[in-house]
């Protein structure tokens, strides 16, 4: 089993639609998540972070996490075609562990 | 505030060639990170710096690549006798320290070719 699980894709949605990413971590004890948008031959940009259970806000993104589910999901409402991109789910399990693991993402296509 | 600034951006090499990579961190973080990325995959942890130790290092790395950071700045990544396996985007991240908070900051990478 793999640490971080993401379907890889492709997702398509349609714009101005909403946008649901979702992701699940092995380690039980993890203890802060990340969500980060990577555009083709770019490197990965920060989105949201989340470290409580529940939904966590900013702007048309709005992280959820379940740690009884070891899920963390990320919603994008009005998407536009500029959201195409790959987003990666990555986990930090606790402290004295300090790197994120990440996923292989999933790639997300907005049709306009 | 700079970001994470990685040098070189492209590096193309022929198979069993030594390569070093230079990765200079925003400059208040203390923490430094490389990863490896392939096509189609999600970075791949290497290793990280606190400062100027090295606190974790990837049990798949090969004896063959080793990072430095010797004043607690920049760091260097060198691979040597590179094989066509290494060909990947080389990333370099940065954070600050004492809060499980910190996210990375990734710098634009390196991308490897070896032929």
């Known amino acids: 089993q793999k640490e971080v699980e993401q379907n890889s894709g492709p997702l398509s949605v349609p714009e101005g639609a909403i946008a649901s990413l979702n992701c699940t971590y092995s380690?039980?004890?993890?203890?802060?998540f990340f969500w980060y948008r990577q555009y083709s031959g770019k490197s990965p940009e920060l989105i949201m972070s989340?470290?409580?259970?529940g939904d966590k806000e900013d702007g048309r993104f709005t992280a959820q996490l379940n740690k009884a589910s070891q899920y963390v999901s990320l919603l994008i409402r009005d998407s536009q075609p500029s959201d195409s991109a790959t987003y990666l789910c990555?986990?930090?399990?606790?402290?004295?562990?300090?790197?994120?693991?990440f996923g292989t993402g999933t790639r997300l296509t907005i049709i306009p | 505030d700079t970001g994470v600034s990685q040098n070189p951006r492209h590096k193309i090499t022929k198979r069993g060639q030594n390569v070093t990579f230079r990765c200079d961190p925003i400059?208040?973080?203390?923490?430094l990170y490389w990863y490896r990325q392939t096509l189609g995959q999600g970075p791949e942890f290497l290793t990280y710096?606190?400062?100027?130790?090295?606190?974790?290092k990837s049990r798949l790395l090969s004896d063959r690549f080793s990072a430095e950071r010797p004043k607690g700045s920049f760091s260097t990544l060198e691979i040597q006798r590179t094989e066509q396996g290494d060909s990947a985007m080389y990333l370099c991240?940065?954070?600050?320290?004492?809060?499980?908070?910190?996210?990375?900051?990734f710098g634009n990478g390196t991308r490897l070719t070896v032929t």
């Open positions: 710096f606190q400062n100027e130790a090295q606190l974790e």
């Open positions: 991240a940065s954070s600050r320290t004492g809060s499980m908070d910190s996210p990375l900051h």
């Open positions: 380690d039980r004890g993890s203890q802060s």
């Open positions: 400059s208040e973080h203390n923490r």
């Open positions: 990555a986990v930090r399990s606790g402290f004295g562990n300090e790197k994120l693991t």
């Open positions: 989340i470290y409580s259970n």
